[in-house]
């Protein structure tokens, strides 16, 4: 069965990591067909489990999605609606050959999407065989095939347990908590989880809703969090913490209502994970702060410094046996979570270490704060992305340390950055740290007028 004439499957939603595109205008329910079909046509799996997040086209788009995959000949496990991270438990916990859910993560609601995973929950990305499921996506030209059947499962109940193990909840205190779920699954996924914690939590925006009447949900945007920031301030909360979309990833603020930077995040939990595991290897990203691998080797442990990117960060884990990696943008992996991302995991590790620390979490941050000034990441439209690279090697050549692991990496004794392309959008994006805030800010300026001279 070929798909109908006239189906919306543009080339273009076919991402680096993931699929991403406006419903329907971009991506419709019979191109969902094609790439659930095309996908079991590529990599032969004989079981996969799909799943969808709340948005209001997830529905129709799964149920085609898995009709796809069943006429290619695949078995289907339906697992609901879910949470991105709860596909990749329920692929390496039932020992799937892959799966995929649908979802559009942090994007607006008119958008759609996918994400694809293989065996082990291995992300299928740009540079692992999304673009020849593309490619026959878009040539519909199907073999014939028996049928597989559709299985409803339920994962939640092995989901909760897993994510729970991954604390002591006996060392968590009566904490007061702001969670903002944006509407979105992280309003379906906490309410079990918070059932078994003794903290108080005020919980806002928890009902999923893919028109999203409240803010977008993406945290990573300012405007996005002045809601948790007010919220955590007004409650006079511990701790506030923000869900993106699809709930693997979460942001946190302070009990003062100050935004904490993912790479903050990352060196706290390095903390964390070597107390429980000495001498582990830590992935961290090209784009972080130099607390992450200070704090790693001071309590030593490995750092890893890896390219930005989930399909990268897990190969790496993978290769290296790393206990955990964090990215500056909120996704947080774990090598006992089928080496996945998982949002729900950094929150109950949050929960866990400011209780043990017995102090507010703005003075256990008090030291990173005090010490390494970063700028957060900033993105400026150009021109020619390669002739822009080649200036700021040239410009710092001689006057500090170069790498090309990802984009461009500057690094002299007090200060460095990194610069490095969008991956859909002709941007660089900046992120630059210095050890005083005055030569942060000068050497902010001075990088960014070469990028926009």
């Not at 890893?304 to 290769?319: D, Q, T």
């Amino acid at each position: 069965m070929a798909t109908i004439p006239g189906a919306m499957l543009d080339p273009a939603v076919f991402k680096a990591y993931d699929v991403r595109g406006v419903y329907p205008s971009e991506i419709d329910e019979e191109g969902a067909y094609a790439i659930g079909r095309a996908f079991v046509e590529l990599f032969e799996p004989k079981r996969i489990a799909v799943g969808r997040d709340m948005r209001l086209s997830s529905p129709s788009m799964a149920a085609a999605a898995t009709r796809g995959a069943c006429d290619a000949g695949a078995d289907v496990v339906d697992v609901g609606m879910i949470g991105t991270e709860m596909l990749y438990f329920a692929v390496g916990e039932l020992g799937l050959d892959g799966g995929f859910t649908v979802t559009a993560s942090h994007n607006p609601r008119q958008y759609t999407g996918m994400k694809i995973v293989r065996r082990g929950a291995l992300p299928v990305g740009g540079d692992s065989g999304l673009l020849d499921v593309r490619d026959r996506a878009l040539a519909a030209e199907w073999r014939d095939a028996t049928p597989g059947r559709v299985e409803p499962v339920d994962v939640w109940p092995g989901y909760v347990d897993r994510v729970m193990s991954f604390i002591d909840v006996s060392a968590v205190k009566p904490l007061r908590v702001v969670v903002d779920a944006a509407n979105g699954m992280a309003g379906a996924m906490l309410p079990p989880v918070l059932e078994r914690l003794p903290v108080e939590a005020v919980r806002c925006f928890f009902e999923p809703d893919g028109s999203f009447p409240n803010h977008e949900p993406n945290p990573l945007l300012p405007e996005n969090r002045e809601f948790i920031v007010a919220k955590t301030r007004e409650e006079g909360a511990d701790l506030g913490v923000a869900f993106d979309g699809d709930a693997d990833r979460c942001f946190f603020v302070d009990d003062g209502g100050e935004f904490v930077p993912g790479d903050f995040v990352t060196a706290l939990f390095a903390e964390s994970v070597l107390a429980k595991e000495p001498g582990a290897k830590i992935i961290y990203d090209v784009r972080a702060s130099w607390a992450v691998p200070e704090t790693i080797e001071r309590l030593g442990g490995v750092p890893l410094i890896n390219r930005v990117g989930h399909a990268f960060i897990k190969e790496r884990m993978r290769k290296d046996g790393a206990a955990f990696g964090g990215e500056v943008s909120g996704h947080y992996y774990f090598r006992d979570f089928s080496q996945a991302d998982s949002g729900t995991i950094p929150f109950l590790l949050m929960l866990e270490l400011i209780s043990r620390r017995g102090r507010k979490l703005s003075e256990i941050l008090r030291p990173f704060r005090e010490h390494y000034f970063i700028t957060g990441e900033i993105n400026t439209p150009v021109q020619d992305v390669a002739l822009k690279l080649q200036e700021l090697k040239e410009r710092y050549e001689g006057e500090a340390r170069i790498s090309h692991l990802d984009g461009i990496s500057v690094d002299a004794d007090d200060w460095h950055f990194n610069v490095r392309p969008s991956n859909t959008e002709p941007l660089l994006r900046l992120n630059l740290e210095a050890l005083s805030e005055p030569l942060m800010e000068q050497k902010r300026d001075e990088v960014l007028a070469l990028i926009r001279s």
